[in-house]
């Protein structure tokens, strides 16, 4: 099975900061690489699809990114509505897997 | 508007069956894949399966082939997931989440919490 390493674990940034989360995969994954965030309570819910591809509605402060077997997301300037929990998910060879998660809080 | 609406919480006891729904709406239900994710509490994501609604085709992940059943009702546009021989690592979280491109989930239902206690 494929695995997926995803840090930091946990981060603290300040409103305003870019933020970066990384996730490395255990085997060549391509782009089957996407991103979701959750709130407490809540559904994830799908940021990032094809690595780089942002979904309908996520607004433009966030991104993917790829360099080899890294995978990142990034959000260029934090607001308090990202405060959350994000998890990158390889998509491509089933059975699929999720990282272990960040929480993003604030500062 | 896509929508994937779970059935309530449930609370059984250790060695009981129960099984969840996910009724689909907004979209052709055969036409995408349906899968099923766990999420303990406190824990991340963890997928169960999958089916395919047009023939009812299923792929599990080896751990729960004997724990989870996926079946998908075309008349009422609802996928089923029943879990059985509950135990206290049944406890948690079940989401229903329609695939997209990528093979990604790009809807997801609201979540139905499974406690298992005596």
């Known amino acids: 099975d494929i695995q997926m390493t995803q840090s930091p674990s946990s981060m603290s940034a300040s409103l305003g900061d870019r933020v970066t989360i990384t996730c490395r995969a255990s085997?060549?994954?391509?782009?089957?690489l996407s991103w979701f965030q959750q709130k407490p309570g809540k559904s994830p819910r799908r940021m990032i699809y094809g690595a780089t591809n942002l979904a309908a509605g996520v607004p433009s402060r966030f991104s993917g990114s790829r360099s080899g077997s890294d995978y990142f997301l990034t959000i260029s300037s934090l607001e308090s509505e990202d405060m959350a929990i994000y998890y990158c998910?390889?998509?491509?060879?089933?059975?699929?897997?999720f990282g272990a998660g960040t929480k993003l809080e604030l500062k | 508007e896509v929508q994937l609406q779970q059935s309530g919480p449930e609370l059984q006891r250790p060695g009981a069956s129960v099984k969840l729904s996910c009724k689909a709406s907004?979209?052709?239900?055969?036409?995408?894949?349906m899968y099923w994710v766990k999420q303990r509490p406190k824990q991340s994501l963890e997928l169960i399966g999958r089916i395919d609604p047009e023939d009812g085709s299923n792929d599990y992940v080896e751990k729960f082939k004997n724990k989870a059943t996926l079946t998908a009702d075309t008349s009422s546009n609802t996928a089923y997931m029943q879990l059985s021989s509950l135990t206290s690592e049944d406890t948690a979280t079940y989401f229903c989440a329609r695939q997209g491109g990528y093979h990604v989930m790009d809807a997801w239902g609201q979540g139905a919490s499974v406690t298992v206690s005596s």
């Open positions: 085997q060549d994954i391509g782009n089957y």
């Open positions: 907004g979209y052709t239900f055969t036409e995408y894949y």
């Open positions: 998910l390889q998509s491509i060879q089933y059975t699929y897997t």
